[in-house]
């Protein structure tokens, strides 16, 4: 497919979106590292930098492809080691992105589409959050899109290429160029047996050149798969990041629940419904007519493409991944985008003030969270927490210097490595799995080895949570999604006998320092007051006459 006239340079275009998502970047881009950056993503770049591995040494491996963790070595390498030149770097990856949404939407249906589309990713609160964050998904989110277009294109070689480095940037890239084959496949067989007048196919002469652009990917992945094997004894991970990944999602009560939120993660989170059902109501109206005659929709083969990509996403994901995290979407959601988009420009008159009512709303959900749990990754939600938890850390590093912190992770790596940004030297710790009703309590019985307690929420909890009325849906929850209650800090100070020294709240989440007491009259007589979990955090007595 080609377009006529004169395109903006790609390289200019890039330009262009690094410097608008830089400047709207600007607050953020010194903060600490969050969670699975310091949990993964930085320890491992850092591995590479230091010491030249491949495979992180100062981490448990998960086998994720190198190709994202060697970019920020790099840029480390060139411009130092820091928080701010990490979040450059992958400013620099979204920008790659954003002019992959363009390009592909440009040869999919036209510039005005191109422009609606790339600007919706952009204010998208998913990606927009992941844009500075030293996570994968961005970057293997770009690189598909560029092969899409290069597909579109009918350029075998470009094929190849970007879907080979979005294989090497995260392992599920390789879902778009096998959704690719099989769509060519199933849709030949679909077009003889039904002899559909609009071909299902994009190209109608079966290409061996294609096929193998296709299958090429598969080469590089399997050869980092099979080092990571020849190095640590096992390709996919370390067992228990295959065990939480693999092992323990192949329930069919499970994949069907991941599956309804894959859905929703398409279609309606952190305010895609705008988009999706302004889309569907657009669909109520007849096409508009140009000079030219009725604006032309995105060839059905396209959007059967991309129909393809999106499928495979939603049922690949619905399958592996202990946490469904939206994140993993990323190179789906784009398509959905660019599709709704161009109905709206064929069928509403006033589509440029549709999009703009549809980017306000994308654009508030950066700020206002949504009333449902959602992971603070994906709008600025992970600002409140870095915030939240440097501003502690400092305290407890000030304080408590010469005792041991009880915490869980990843407070517990933010305390003991000072390259995270959060305290200027290692704090002695001692790691619980979590702040649940039970390990709090076995971190009770211990007694000693600990002079204070970092405890923070591990979720986010709305205020207005009627589906947690539903014991059945809580049970469904810690079952399958790893879900747990946090104990609130004033319950968690007195079963662990201290008093809170620190406590701090913002938007939803809280961090709590408790300094552990030893004397006699911290071990209260009958124990704290029963905690009742129902009770959204909040503490609350079962015992007749407690406050």
Same mark, same amino acid.
């Given at each position: ?33 969050? +969670?699975? &950056? ?66 592909? /939407? ?22 927009? /959050? ?5 996570? *994968? ?51 030949? =067989? ?19 050149? @294609? ?104 049922? /690949? ?9 939206? @994140? ?59 915030? *939240? ?5 400092? =305290? ?14 990843? %407070?517990?790596? &933010?305390? !003991? ?7 200027? @030297?290692?704090?002695?710790?001692? @790691? ?33 949570? +009627?589906?947690?009325? +539903?014991?059945?849906? !809580?049970?469904?929850? &810690? ?23 620190? &406590? ?24 704290? %007051? ?18």
């Amino acid at each position: 497919m080609r377009l006529p006239g004169e395109r903006c340079p790609p390289a200019l275009l890039s330009f262009l979106c690094f410097a608008a998502i830089l400047a709207a970047h600007a607050p953020l881009l010194r903060l600490p590292y969050f +969670w699975d &950056e310091s949990g993964y993503f930085v320890p491992a770049a850092r591995d590479l930098l230091l010491h030249g591995n491949l495979i992180p040494q100062s981490t448990l491996t998960n086998a994720h492809p190198p190709l994202v963790i060697a970019w920020l070595a790099l840029a480390w390498k060139l411009a130092g080691a820091s928080p701010a030149v990490t979040r450059i770097a992958m400013l620099l990856s979204a920008a790659f992105a954003l002019t992959g949404v363009y390009r592909l /939407a440009e040869l999919a249906a036209n510039r005005q589409v191109a422009a609606g589309a790339t600007l919706c990713t952009a204010v998208y609160p998913v990606f927009f /959050a992941q844009s500075s964050l030293a996570h *994968l998904d961005v970057a293997a989110a770009g690189l598909t899109f560029w092969g899409l277009a290069a597909y579109l294109s009918d350029r075998p070689g470009s094929t190849a290429a970007w879907f080979s480095l979005a294989a090497l940037a995260k392992e599920t890239a390789i879902l778009a160029p096998l959704a690719l084959l099989g769509w060519e496949f199933a849709s030949r =067989f679909i077009h003889r047996r039904r002899r559909a007048v609009e071909p299902l196919c994009l190209f109608p002469q079966f290409s061996r050149r @294609r096929l193998a652009a296709l299958l090429l990917p598969l080469a590089p992945l399997g050869t980092w798969f099979a080092y990571h094997w020849a190095r640590t004894g096992y390709a996919f991970g370390n067992p228990e990041f295959v065990r939480y990944n693999l092992e323990a999602t192949l329930h069919p009560l499970r994949i069907l629940l991941a599956g309804l939120l894959r859905i929703w993660q398409l279609t309606g989170y952190m305010n895609l419904f705008m988009i999706t059902v302004a889309a569907g109501l657009a669909m109520m109206y007849p096409p508009l007519e140009d000079a030219s005659g009725e604006r032309p929709r995105i060839a059905f083969a396209v959007q059967a493409a991309f129909a393809a990509v999106i499928a495979s996403y939603a049922a /690949a994901l619905s399958v592996i991944g202990g946490a469904p995290l939206a @994140r993993y979407l990323l190179p789906a959601v784009p398509l959905v985008i660019i599709l709704c988009v161009s109905t709206l420009w064929r069928r509403v008159r006033a589509w440029r003030l549709v999009i703009a009512i549809v980017m306000l709303g994308l654009a508030s959900g950066l700020f206002v969270n949504p009333p449902y749990g959602f992971a603070p990754e994906d709008n600025l939600a992970y600002r409140d927490y870095v915030l *939240l938890h440097q501003q502690a850390e400092r =305290f407890v590093a000030a304080r408590f210097r010469d005792a041991r912190v009880l915490t869980a992770w990843p %407070a517990s790596d &933010e305390l !003991t490595r000072p390259y995270l940004g959060y305290v200027a @030297r290692p704090v002695q710790i001692m @790691r619980i799995e979590d702040f649940s009703l039970a390990n709090l309590q076995a971190a009770a019985e211990l007694r000693s080895g600990y002079g204070a307690a970092l405890l923070f929420s591990t979720k986010y909890q709305p205020s207005w949570r +009627w589906l947690e009325r +539903w014991p059945a849906w !809580t049970r469904l929850k &810690e079952r399958f999604f790893g879900y747990h209650q946090d104990v609130p800090p004033l319950f968690g100070a007195q079963l662990l006998g201290g008093q809170i020294v620190y &406590e701090q709240h913002r938007g939803g989440q809280w961090v709590a320092v408790i300094e552990i007491e030893r004397a006699v009259e911290a071990r209260r007589e009958g124990g704290p %007051a029963p905690w009742n979990q129902n009770q959204s955090g909040k503490m609350r007595s079962t015992r007749p006459g407690a406050q």
